[in-house]
Nanobody
Framework: QVQVVESGGGLVQAGGSLRLSCAASGNVFNIVTMAWYRQAPGKQRELVARITTSGSANYQDYHDSVKGRFTISRDNAKNTVYLQMNSLRPEDTAVYYC?????????????WGKGTLVTVSS
């Protein structure tokens, strides 16, 4: 079992910045990928950024709409993933969810946090 807890959401003006944190606990050594998703009112949940660890290397990928503005990073010592969000836009307003993908004996399991609200005012 893996537990993930998000923090760092809030209200910010357009053009501002926020940093989200996601702390993982439990069987963290099974985690291969951590990601941030978001869901705006009336819209489907979408992948924002993902980081995959393979050996000593981290691989990141991003939704096109956040490339160049958001950065995902991972602190393995703290079992924490961060999402640095710069140049925020009103359309970034959403509940942001942390996701951890863990693989145990060949079975992949997804774990979700409860979400943190990000509101960007124009």
């Amino acid at each position: 079992q893996v537990q993930v807890v998000e923090s760092g959401g809030g209200l910010v003006q357009a053009g501002g910045s926020l940093r989200l944190s996601c702390a993982a606990s439990g069987n963290v050594f099974n985690i291969v990928t951590m990601a941030w998703y978001r869901q705006a009112p009336g819209k489907q949940r979408e992948l924002v950024a993902r980081i995959t660890t393979s050996g000593s290397a981290n691989y990141q990928d991003y939704h096109d709409s956040v490339k160049g503005r958001f950065t995902i990073s991972r602190d393995n010592a703290k079992n924490t993933v961060y999402l640095q969000m710069n140049s925020l836009r009103p359309e970034d307003t959403a509940v942001y969810y942390c996701n951890a993908l863990a693989i145990t004996t060949g079975t992949a399991m997804n774990y979700w946090g409860k979400g943190t609200l990000v509101t960007v005012s124009s």
